[in-house]
């Protein structure tokens, strides 16, 4: 047995599961990882997720990094502008290709749908910002997120090599 096997049986024994699991990890001189990432200014993560973010955190668990990715992107979703990247056309109009493929009406309907109440979907850039109501719920939010090209985190499994 290795040093970090008998270190995982001493933290399980005394109830420390998290550190256990990543002691065993470590035992066979390779560890698989989840690495929770921040995109980077102008990083479209749909369309490529081998470079562009920045490491923020590591997870030995898949979905635990997933969750809290989501929940974060919730957050963005909330609090960040995400017209920032749209490039203005003419007479300050906003050019929604940079964060999707929808047009503002087509985002107006489906966000109204997701909300059940009227929404307008800004078309110019002087509009008050975040442009999403405080008061949705964090599963209408993600519905929302699906309709854009953007996420702000993502996760990228990868090997570390002891």
């Not at 964060?99 to 307008?120: C, M, N, P, T």
Request: aromatic share 12%; net charge negative; charged share 25%.
């Amino acid at each position: 047995m290795n040093d970090f096997l008998a270190c995982a049986k001493v933290c399980e024994a005394n109830g420390f599961r998290f550190q256990a699991d990543l002691f065993r990890a470590f035992a066979n001189d390779r560890c698989v990882v989840h690495v929770l990432l921040e995109v980077k200014e102008g990083f479209d993560v749909r369309l490529d997720t081998t470079e562009g973010g920045e490491p923020r955190c590591l997870f030995l668990d898949r979905i635990q990094a997933q969750h809290e990715a989501l929940w974060l992107n919730i957050k963005a979703y909330r609090e960040f502008d995400i017209l920032e990247p749209c490039d203005y056309g003419e007479e300050s109009e906003l050019d929604l290709g940079a964060i999707g493929d929808l047009s503002a009406d087509q985002l107006s309907e489906s966000i109204s749908k997701i909300l059940g109440l009227e929404f307008r979907f800004p078309e110019t850039a002087d509009c008050p910002r975040p442009i999403f109501p405080p008061k949705a719920t964090d599963q209408q939010m993600i519905q929302i997120m699906l309709l854009f090209s953007r996420l702000y985190f993502y996760v990228m499994e990868t090997t570390l090599i002891i």
